[in-house]
């Protein structure tokens, strides 16, 4: 009997989101981006499919042109990172930018942080309220500065706790198709196992991805659950799986 390790199954495939993370910081290597990690997990969680990860700088023009592209590109773009009043935020000027609107105060956003966020209006700092014209206010429940959503474009604030927080407001509506994942860690090297991936892939109706490290990863993902789990089971047992490792059940397989 041989020990197959993997991961259970879940939703990972659907409308297609393109990720922009904006800041300098995050391109000097100052701050880890852990913001796009979390929100790709999250977003193929929902049966979506993140089909673009890009860091900008703090320059409007680069955000407006990249926003631009994308939101033409993909179902939606998620934006996250310099949104507030401070100088080096100007993520929201560039997502105006990119619809050809004006960044303007808006109303709702201020009633609601000097309502429900019990901000007094004269210690808002200028700008914590502006928003591309028409766009739809985001609260921030863990912070001041709002997002906004406009034209498909999500802008979330760059703080992780802020952007979790707010992303939790709007994920409901990012959803997609139910497909199916399912991997298998093998102690062999990569390149010794073309020919078994080569027969696994001829053999069921899945896509295959295998990803190196201290063991090779091999992931499985389709719309049938059965079929899924089949292409688990045959190359489990043609394959030397790392011992004892486990991220679900471990199921035995025949030799």
Not at 122 to 140: C, E
Not at 218 to 230: P, Q
Not at 242 to 249: F, R
């Amino acid at each position: 009997m041989r020990r197959v390790a993997f991961v259970g199954l879940g939703r990972i495939a659907g409308m297609q989101v393109a990720v922009v993370t904006v800041g300098d910081e995050l391109l000097a290597g100052d701050t880890v981006n852990t913001n796009a990690s979390w929100l790709c997990e999250r977003l193929t969680d929902r049966g979506v499919s993140v089909r673009r990860v890009t860091t900008l700088p703090d320059v409007v023009a680069d955000i407006a042109r990249v926003v631009n592209e994308y939101r033409a590109e993909y179902d939606a773009v998620v934006v996250t990172g310099g949104v507030g009043p401070t100088h080096d935020d100007v993520t929201m000027a560039g997502v105006a930018a990119a619809v050809g609107r004006d960044l303007e105060p808006h109303a709702g956003a201020r009633e609601w942080l000097t309502g429900e966020g019990g901000y007094a209006a004269g210690d808002l700092a200028d700008g914590t309220a502006d928003l591309p014209a028409g766009a739809r206010m985001i609260p921030n429940d863990a912070g001041v500065a709002p997002g906004a959503v406009v034209e498909g474009i999500y802008v979330f604030p760059g703080v992780p706790g802020e952007m979790k927080a707010m992303f939790e407001r709007v994920d409901d509506e990012f959803s997609g198709t139910e497909t199916y994942t399912a991997a298998v860690d093998v102690d062999e090297p990569e390149s010794e196992l073309i020919d078994r991936l080569s027969a696994v892939r001829e053999r069921f109706d899945v896509t295959v991805g295998s990803y190196p490290g201290e063991s090779v990863r091999v992931k499985f993902t389709g719309t049938d659950e059965s079929t899924v789990e089949d292409a688990r089971r045959w190359l489990g047992a043609r394959v030397d799986v790392v011992p004892g490792e486990s991220d679900g059940a471990v199921d035995d397989v025949a030799e």
